[in-house]
């Protein structure tokens, strides 16, 4: 029995094509640095949408290949129906983008925007010793799961080290890597996830300049 291979990159580049018709309609206005900045978001997000959909992200041990091929074929098993889920996952987008990404135009203003965060030292000693691609993942599937669509790899991030962040400070990062590997870690991370609903405020702060977006 032959093995069916699915082209991984043209099945992408088909829905960034869709996705690029489908923002110029939404956000045809903005200057075409904000606007291709905008479309790199949708694509990414949507993606990420589609693989959590898909159940790739349930997946212990993530194996990207393996990964890109599910969802290659999710998407080609969906493609008649594809458009219109884009379309109705979009109008939930624009909400979540104006709600959770604040933007700024200058230097300036980001570094007062950001002046007060502070990451303790010990975080980057816990990174290295866990999985954080699978964690990354689990908490994508997750914010995806609760309504939260938009910035979500940058969010994901954010999500992470702050939880890791207040447990290398109160415990110290050896407690950080046995919460994580208790899984602890994880539910700390669902219960955040769960009580954004709560929360009104941005989550991403992005700098804009002329087509290139810097995230915090």
Request: net charge positive; glycine share 6%.
């Amino acid at each position: 029995m032959g093995y069916y291979y699915c082209d991984f990159d043209a099945a992408a580049a088909a829905v960034d094509s869709m996705l690029r018709e489908l923002v110029k309609e939404h956000f045809g206005d903005m200057p075409h640095g904000e606007l291709e900045a905008v479309r790199e978001f949708v694509f990414r997000d949507f993606m990420h949408f589609l693989a959590t959909r898909a159940g790739i992200y349930n997946w212990r041990k993530f194996s990207e290949e393996r990964g890109r091929q599910r969802l290659c074929m999710y998407i080609e098993r969906k493609w008649q129906n594809l458009w219109q889920l884009a379309t109705e996952w979009l109008n939930l987008w624009k909400i979540k983008w104006s709600q959770r990404v604040r933007l700024v135009f200058s230097e300036e203003e980001f570094k007062r925007a950001t002046q007060s965060v502070k990451w303790s030292n010990g975080i980057e000693d816990v990174l290295k010793k866990i999985d954080i691609t699978e964690l990354r993942l689990f908490v994508i599937a997750n914010l995806i799961r609760h309504g939260e669509v938009a910035g979500v790899e940058q969010i994901a991030e954010y999500l992470i080290r702050d939880e890791i962040n207040a447990i290398v400070e109160r415990h110290g990062p050896e407690k950080a890597v046995e919460m994580y590997k208790s899984g602890k870690l994880a539910s700390r991370l669902l219960a955040r996830i769960a009580s954004l609903k709560n929360v009104g405020d941005p989550l991403l702060l992005l700098k804009f300049d002329f087509g290139k977006a810097r995230n915090y």
